[in-house]
């Protein structure tokens, strides 16, 4: 079965980092375009970042400078770490496979960024 | 950026209606439109992708149309777990955008 399971959200005060992590099965993520999406507390979906199968990466410019996505073959593992954690950055991150429209979702984690 | 806006962010039906949910973006986005379904603490689904093509597994009720910066997401005969919040996302150009969602509530 094709899944993607995102964990590492927590409570993390304004400044901090944090790296979320999505392990994935089923495929592997050396082939694969994967995105985050985050969605704040009651707000809709914000696209965050998108790596390419070939290494390309691309991020919002809400994010832009302080995330960074990441994969690791040998533990077919997506990672985003975050960096500068800011109030606004408070949200269930999901991992998603594909890089245009996403076809398979992870349940997400929570991230909460607060004194 | 690509701006996306739904209309209407809200609306009522009942069970057995055909319903329309508009998504219209600032600028063209060819055929990059993908329409997702959210439930309450869920992970969003796709439902279409391409503008009209039907995600495999996902009723046949469901259709979307559309190309350059105006798009539909049609449901036929609403069901009982059709009620949802759906999205529409673009994903013509960087960064890619979602719409703010349309909440569909039971009359």
């Known amino acids: 079965e094709v899944q993607v399971v995102e964990s590492g959200g927590g409570l993390v005060h304004p400044g901090g980092s944090l790296r979320l992590s999505c392990a994935a099965s089923?495929?592997?993520?050396?082939?694969?375009?994967l995105t985050w999406v985050r969605q704040a507390p009651g707000k809709g979906l914000e696209w965050v970042s998108v790596t390419h199968s070939g290494g390309t990466t691309y991020y919002a410019d809400s994010v832009k400078g302080r995330f960074t996505i990441s994969r690791d073959i040998s533990k077919n593992t997506l990672y985003l770490q975050m960096n500068s954690l800011r109030a606004e950055d408070t949200a269930v991150y999901y991992c998603a496979r594909g890089g245009g429209s996403m076809g398979v979702w992870g349940q997400g984690t929570t991230v909460t960024v607060s004194s | 950026d690509i701006q996306m806006t739904q209309s209407p962010s809200t609306l009522s039906a009942s069970v057995g209606d055909r319903v329309t949910i508009t998504c219209r973006a600032s600028?063209?986005?060819?055929?990059?439109l993908a329409w997702y379904q959210q439930k309450p603490g869920k992970a969003p689904k796709r439902l279409i992708y391409d503008a009209s093509s039907l995600e495999s597994g996902v009723p046949s009720r469901f259709s979307g149309s559309g190309s350059g910066t105006e798009f539909t997401l049609t449901i036929n005969s609403l069901q009982p777990d059709d009620f949802a919040t759906y999205y529409c996302?673009?994903?013509?150009?960087?960064?890619?955008?979602f719409g703010q969602g349309t909440k569909l509530e039971i009359k």
């Open positions: 089923g495929f592997t993520v050396s082939t694969n375009y």
């Open positions: 600028q063209s986005v060819s055929s990059w």
């Open positions: 996302q673009q994903y013509n150009s960087y960064s890619y955008t």
